[in-house]
């Protein structure tokens, strides 16, 4: 479907990529009333996943881009919850970030800022949201980043 998100997307040059299967015993989503959570979407680009650790191989803004991706990732889980129709999303209501990095690291913020600003960036002040950036000495696969959401929807 086409509509208001996805001309804000066209708008901004974003293309979404397709909804990442699970990679083990989990579903993608669940909606709950009128609460969808998304599983954890890991950084990962055309070029496939974005591993590294922040803090010993990736900046800060490398990891705020692998941030970004996760999101694009998050907006792609819950167009297909939403059965196509971004619209339906009233607000970004919490996204939790884990970033793979050293343990004197302490840019956690600004790395999962790649993913917060897009969701501004996308749904305006609807996409500001409670979010927690926290440090993992590692992730999935070795990821750079994971972050999941909760989406209120209509």
Do not use: W
């Not at 901004?12 to 990679?23: D, V």
């Not at 979407?41 to 881009?65: F, K, M, N, P």
Request: hydrophobic letters at 45%.
């Amino acid at each position: 479907m086409s509509g208001t998100i996805e001309a804000r997307l066209d708008e901004l040059g974003i293309l979404l990529p397709a909804a990442p299967a699970p990679a083990a015993n989990y579903v993608p989503f669940v909606l709950s009333g009128n609460l969808l959570f998304v599983s954890g979407q890991i950084s990962q680009g055309s070029d496939g996943l974005i591993r590294g650790q922040l803090g010993e191989t990736l900046s800060v803004a490398e990891g705020a881009q692998a941030a970004r991706q996760c999101g694009l990732a998050l907006l792609a889980q819950a167009r297909a919850a939403c059965g196509g129709d971004l619209d339906r999303i009233r607000r970004v209501v919490k996204l939790v970030g884990f970033v793979n990095s050293s343990a004197d690291f302490t840019e956690q913020p600004e790395v999962v800022n790649g993913c917060s600003d897009l969701m501004v960036e996308v749904f305006g002040e609807a996409g500001r949201h409670a979010r927690a950036a926290v440090s993992a000495p590692s992730l999935p696969r070795g990821v750079a980043v994971e972050i999941d959401a909760v989406f209120e929807i209509a």
